[in-house]
């Protein structure tokens, strides 16, 4: 019997030790959330970067940008439609997503609606039984880029608009878009709210209050009931904010947490209703997750045009934005019209192709991994936040430090000389936008020397040097509201365009 109470103290001893081993193999704790922080529906979204639109109605064979909502449904009628091309090329682009204009202002619908005889069922394409929407959405599946809807709350045609039975009308748009076409990633409503129009004969112009007439906060919860995993677009959200401009450009600094407000100055929550310049900054230290999506077209108009072939934004221009939309923090949403045959241009395609090319080969190497590093801190002293975290793909390991630490330095020492003009840095936003500012120092005669600076990082910030820089050591020093958890740090030299 004292055999065995022996062999029990014994066996409890070693299982108390083998269980505190165990501990300390477990990883230290990740850094406590800070501020505002994305849904998995907002991190889904900013993870994709890149996501095009295709602006395409009655317009295309008007020439206008904005229909009056007098057209004849009949004049929409695309000769060689091909929506496998279309998404082909955006993919070939390298577009994550692609957004369709359902209905724009001029009320005409791209899909057989049972709300209005405005749409493609009394159009001459098909004799009336094509469907862009499914078309385009069966295409985008294939093709693995998600789809998305444009869905104009101003309507110019419907008789009904301005009135309370509009609402039940364009809710039922909604509802269908939302129900028989697939997952929908993002639902993109424009600020653009009443006006002159057509009217169903009225030639009136129209006002409405924007603050109440679409009963927003009702209009999107059918976005959450029939697509919950769908992000919400619009001049204030509520998941992703207009940057503030059609340029596709955003701040310099451009925070992901907000708190938009109007012209007034007080709290903004509907559409058409924000002041456009604080949407291109956002609110340090915010109490919303809100982050900016830059939409700009890859020509003048929004709508294909013959007389802008030769104005197509060229490669260049387009890495040009990227660096400004998607190196700020923000998504670069690239508008690409495709044109009367109901396929892309040329010369649109042509451009797309070389600025994907250029991001492709630009990242293809990460320059910074073959360095020595030294961190000031490491969370824990844990090799799970080690700054060798840098270099692994994703937001899942990062570079953390103590909760007391928020301002770690890290020195990189190269065994060759490293020559780069592009320095990437990504924050783990899952745990919030912690970093304010970032400064990248090189060593050389005994003396560092500031090189590039930087503010605002969240999912993504691209620095870009006037001119490439040489170096064997260099400094990243980082000034934050917490404990950091910087998800990438890269250097890249640029190829000819």
Request: aromatic residues 10%; contains cysteine.
């Amino acid at each position: 019997m004292q055999t065995t109470r022996r062999n029990f103290i014994a066996g409890s001893t070693l299982a108390l030790a083998s269980a505190a081993t165990r501990a300390d193999l477990l990883p230290a704790a990740a850094p406590a959330p800070f501020g505002a922080l994305p849904t998995p529906r907002q991190l889904r979204w900013q993870r994709m970067e890149t996501t095009a639109f295709l602006h395409f109605t009655v317009n295309t064979f008007t020439n206008l940008e904005w229909g009056n909502g007098n057209e004849d449904p009949s004049i929409f009628n695309p000769t060689d439609f091909n929506a496998d091309a279309i998404v082909a090329a955006l993919k070939a682009g390298g577009m994550k997503g692609v957004i369709l204009t359902c209905k724009h202002h001029d009320g005409f619908c791209l899909w057989p609606t049972q709300s209005t005889e405005h749409c493609i069922r009394n159009s001459s394409w098909r004799n009336g039984k094509g469907d862009v929407v499914r078309d385009i959405s069966a295409a985008a599946a294939r093709h693995g880029l998600r789809f998305g809807v444009y869905v104009s709350p101003w309507d110019r045609n419907n008789p009904h608009y301005g009135k309370p039975e509009y609402i039940a009308i364009y809710r039922q748009q909604i509802t269908e878009l939302l129900s028989n076409y697939g997952p929908i990633f993002e639902v993109w409503f424009d600020g653009a709210n009443g006006g002159l129009g057509y009217y169903g004969g009225a030639n009136e112009t129209r006002t409405i209050d924007k603050h109440t007439f679409y009963d927003w906060p009702n209009t999107w919860a059918i976005v959450r009931k029939l697509q919950p995993d769908a992000c919400i677009f619009s001049d204030a959200g509520p998941d992703i904010r207009w940057v503030g401009n059609e340029r596709g450009i955003a701040g310099e600094t451009c925070w992901a947490t907000y708190d938009p407000v109007n012209e007034k100055g007080t709290a903004a929550g509907v559409p058409g209703d924000v002041k456009a310049n604080l949407n291109t900054i956002g609110t340090l230290h915010g109490t919303r997750w809100l982050p900016a999506e830059c939409d700009v077209s890859i020509r003048p108009g929004w709508f294909w045009h013959p007389l802008e072939n030769a104005k197509v934004k060229t490669p260049a221009q387009l890495v040009d934005l990227y660096f400004k939309s998607v190196g700020r923090g923000a998504q670069f949403l690239l508008n690409v019209p495709p044109n009367r045959t109901g396929n892309l241009s040329a010369e649109d395609v042509a451009s797309l192709a070389g600025f994907n090319r250029h991001i492709t080969n630009l990242f293809r190497t990460n320059l910074a991994a073959s360095a020595t590093l030294r961190a000031s801190n490491i969370r824990a002293a844990s090799p799970h936040f080690a700054p060798r975290n840098l270099f692994s793909p994703g937001l899942e390991s990062f570079w953390a430090t103590d909760d007391s630490i928020h301002t770690p330095t890290l020195t990189l020492d190269f065994a060759h000389p490293v020559r780069f003009d592009v320095i990437r840095l990504e924050e783990a936003i899952q745990l919030g936008q912690r970093i304010e500012s970032v400064t990248l120092e090189s060593f050389a005669n005994n003396t560092w020397t500031q090189i590039a600076a930087a503010t605002s990082i969240g999912n993504c910030r691209l620095i870009k040097l006037a001119q490439p820089a040489t170096a064997t050591r260099l400094r990243l020093s980082i000034t934050a509201d917490a404990p950091i958890a910087l998800a990438t740090f890269g250097l890249y030299l640029s190829p000819s365009i």
